[in-house]
């Protein structure tokens, strides 16, 4: 094991010299492909703004940069492989950018963000680009033509990103929706699901920005791949945001997401930091306007759906039956390929239906709209069939709900003090009654849907 560190390049003539430690492996992490293209999908992006008629500021681009590094750290240094505790991997990233000094006043809050998100220890210095890449955006070209985006939004196929879109839509805005996709099942509900909204808003000019960003595998030399993808939100904020500072001043970036998912609470004491993911924790969200604050960034994120259960953004969602309609083409699971695992070979990427986000999707459309009307394909369709091993993937989560609902109807007041758990409340006193009681309404909406389950292990 060791600690892990690496710089960025802009190309083979970037021969800026970085020291590392004895205990550090150092890897080189190559930015431009060709003359100067840039890779992992960064000019792509800039191309397909460009033909939107958005140009991102050297900062948001700046921003891009510094997602890659952090992409491909998390997703390229094994945590079994290279941490003392089987999780927290020591990192370091020297990122080039087009004002290290800028970027040097925001590096405890990204370092603060990061560390959170991901269970990590970062540890992120800046230098200056190339002199052949001080700049790389480019200028809008004089218009008399405004673009016609007036608001951002997160879409990632999932089913709560689908009723952010849907309620933009149906209140007349014309959003550009930001996308970013890796494996196919999640390429394939964004797909289905972007072109569902086109052929119902036909008149719209809304559209959306999709980038993939991946790296090799050994990118870092003798260390295995990680699949737990912590710090993938990172990037899609950061994706947003790019895309953001291209479109004037002022801009909001909409994370769509359900207060239970966003909170995420631990269901039982050994569900912690390791097993729950910080996506769109309010600390999280926090920093993230604290780090565009300290860059210039005029722009801020936010979750509009942080009071609501997913059953009830689903209730709620301005247009009922194109949701009823889509909605079993987005993806919440967190094991889409659970299907082919087990053998249902012709049956597609499906949902399993027992995962921690298929509970919550399957429990909040029956909240939504009664039992029986939830069209998604479910590996488990019924799951009272049978009893559920609680040593098995198909029992764990289930059995840890009803944990966590037992726990909270034998003391209700708890939840004020759980929802405190995953992380900091500081930056929301105001909110704290608010944020405990979507916690309880949110596994309210779950209990319904498992009462009478029957979990045990075999």
């Not at 370091?92 to 800028?102: A, G, K």
């Not at 069209?375 to 944990?403: C, I, N, W």
Request: with cysteine; hydrophobic share 40%; net charge neutral.
């Amino acid at each position: 094991m060791k600690r892990q560190l690496l710089t960025g390049h802009f190309g083979p003539d970037d021969h800026a010299s970085i020291s590392s430690a004895g205990d550090e492996q150092l890897t080189r992490l190559e930015l431009v492909a060709g003359e100067k293209m840039l890779d992992h999908g960064i000019g792509g992006a800039l191309t397909s703004l460009k033909a939107l008629g958005v140009f991102p500021s050297e900062i948001g681009i700046d921003l891009l940069v510094v997602a890659a590094h952090v992409h491909a750290a998390d997703t390229r240094i094994s945590r079994a492989e290279q941490s003392q505790d089987s999780w927290t991997r020591e990192i370091r990233l020297v990122i080039p950018v087009s004002d290290p000094v800028r970027w040097g006043t925001a590096t405890s809050t990204l370092t603060k963000a990061l560390n959170f998100l991901t269970g990590d220890q970062w540890t992120i210095g800046f230098r200056a680009r190339p002199d052949r890449f001080t700049t790389i955006g480019k200028q809008a070209p004089p218009s008399l033509l405004a673009l016609p985006f007036d608001s951002l939004s997160l879409f990632s196929g999932g089913l709560d990103s689908l009723i952010g879109a849907i309620d933009l839509l149906q209140a007349g805005s014309t959003p550009l929706l930001v996308s970013h996709f890796g494996e196919g099942a999640t390429s394939d509900a964004q797909g289905k699901l972007f072109a569902g909204l086109k052929k119902q808003y036909a008149n719209s000019a809304f559209d959306r920005l999709r980038v993939g960003m991946t790296f090799d595998k050994g990118l870092v030399k003798d260390v295995g791949s990680e699949n737990s993808t912590r710090g993938r939100s990172f990037l899609f904020f950061a994706l947003g945001v790019f895309a953001g500072t291209g479109l004037g001043n002022g801009f909001v970036l909409r994370v769509p997401e359900n207060g239970l998912i966003a909170l995420n609470v631990p269901l039982d004491p050994l569900r912690l930091g390791s097993n729950s993911t910080r996506t769109t924790h309010p600390y999280y969200m926090a920093r993230w306007n604290e780090l565009l604050t300290e860059l210039g960034i005029d722009g801020r994120v936010k979750n509009p759906y942080w009071d609501k259960t997913k059953g009830e953004m689903a209730s709620a969602c301005a247009n009922q039956a194109l949701l009823l309609k889509l909605a079993p083409h987005s993806l919440s699971c967190a094991h889409p390929a659970n299907a082919r695992w087990q053998g249902h070979q012709g049956r597609g990427i499906e949902h399993c239906g027992y995962c921690l986000p298929c509970l919550i999707r399957r429990a909040a459309l029956d909240s939504a709209w009664g039992a029986g009307r939830d069209e998604t394909t479910y590996t488990v369709p019924d799951l009272r069939a049978q009893s559920l091993d609680t040593r098995e993937s198909t029992g764990k989560q289930v059995r840890s709900f009803q944990y966590a609902i037992e726990r909270l109807r034998g003391h209700p007041g708890l939840a004020n003090l759980l929802i405190h758990k995953p992380g900091s409340l500081a930056d929301e006193v105001a909110r704290l009654d608010q944020l405990a009681d979507v916690y309880r309404r949110g596994l309210d909406e779950v209990a319904r849907l498992i009462d009478g389950v029957d979990t045990r292990p075999s």
